[in-house]
């Protein structure tokens, strides 16, 4: 399993990115200032983005695994590697999601306790109503992982 950073042409990981962020336009205003890494373990298995949010904290906008590599641990293994490669530049990382109980118990698994919850997140800012499964996503929880402990 290779873990690499990615600093050109981003958007070539933009199908699998639409997988954990249906709406493009959404992740175009986090991906050109993000630090995105890819996850292969022979081919492409995940990827993710983060961004600073201050000096302190920084976000895990998005994560997403091909569909038929889904349960296998690699969003998991990424998720441990980027919480120790920005543990000496931040304190805490966040992440927000929708209120699905399987998605919130995966980050609960990977450290992360729930932190606040933006009312009307889905609804306000996307095009669409956002469905994971058969539950509309309306508000965003975010979540947060200490990296210093």
Known sequence: MKI?????NKKQFLDLLLL?????????????????????????KSVCVVVPV???TCELKNIA????????GYGRALIRYIADYYKSDYKTM?????????????????????S?????????????????GDIQLIDMIYLKKDLQG
């Open 4 to 8: 690499e950073k990615v600093t050109g």
């Open 20 to 44: 954990a962020d249906e709406q493009e336009d959404m992740i175009d205003r986090y991906l050109p200032d993000g630090d995105l890494f890819a996850l292969y373990d022979g081919d492409l």
């Open 54 to 56: 201050n000096g302190e």
């Open 65 to 72: 695994t091909c569909v038929k590599y889904q349960g296998k």
């Open 94 to 114: 966040l992440v927000g999601t929708g209120e699905t109980p399987a998605i919130l118990s995966f980050y609960k698994s990977c450290g992360f306790e729930e």
């Open 116 to 132: 606040h919850r933006v009312k009307n997140f889905f609804t306000d800012n996307y095009d669409h109503p956002m469905f994971e």
